[in-house]
């Protein structure tokens, strides 16, 4: 949407609910009715009345009104959280009642397996877990210009599963099915995650 459109298109209402399963189990992101289209340009922003779900909406853009990409990417790392956790998005009984809070006191505590999915049964590597929550936390940074852009998510994702893959054994073929898409954007090497 944001780089493979034109004009590029910010979604504005990312969450599960939105993200349909088709029989192969490939996503597809689904109710554009509050999306809105970019201009094309050296614009950063569009200023606009604020729209989308509480718990997945960007503070950011609730405070300014500016919707950027990197507002779809706030809400996308709710997404991650809500699937890394199992979670919902706001829990009166945790200390932290949303789940960025709870996530962030978790990781500051250390604790990634209480963080993780308990239906996981830690049957995963924790090198992958930790990536992809600090994947997470990325995108819900509260400001903007610390969040990365789609296309690093989705690469730092496919580092994730690569790992996790040859972990259990799979020999799944990266380069096709879900990540049929090219990036063509530089990569850094990222440390390991703890």
């Not at 300014?64 to 890394?84: M, P, Q």
């Not at 509260?142 to 998510?153: E, K, L, T, W």
Request: proline letters at 6%.
């Amino acid at each position: 949407l944001h780089t493979g459109c034109i004009p590029p298109i910010v979604h504005r209402d990312i969450k599960t609910t939105n993200i349909l399963l088709d029989q192969n189990f490939q996503a597809k992101l689904a109710d554009f009715g509050l999306s809105r289209s970019f201009p094309t340009g050296n614009e950063t922003h569009v200023s606009t009345v604020v729209a989308g779900t509480p718990g997945y909406l960007d503070p950011e853009y609730y405070r300014t009104n500016w919707l950027t990409e990197k507002s779809d990417i706030y809400s996308f790392g709710i997404v991650l959280l809500e699937i890394i956790t199992n979670q919902p998005i706001i829990q009166q009984s945790r200390e932290k009642p949303h789940i960025v809070e709870w996530v962030s006191f978790m990781i500051r505590k250390g604790d990634i397996r209480n963080i993780m999915d308990p239906n996981l049964h830690q049957n995963y590597d924790i090198g992958s877990v930790w990536k992809a929550t600090e994947i997470a936390m990325s995108c819900v940074s509260p400001s903007s210009i610390g969040r990365p852009n789609m296309s690093r998510v989705a690469n730092d994702l496919k580092e994730c599963l690569i790992s996790e893959n040859s972990r259990t054994g799979e020999s799944r073929d990266m380069e096709s099915k879900s990540m049929e898409f090219s990036m063509g954007i530089y990569t850094e090497v990222i440390p390991k995650a703890r």
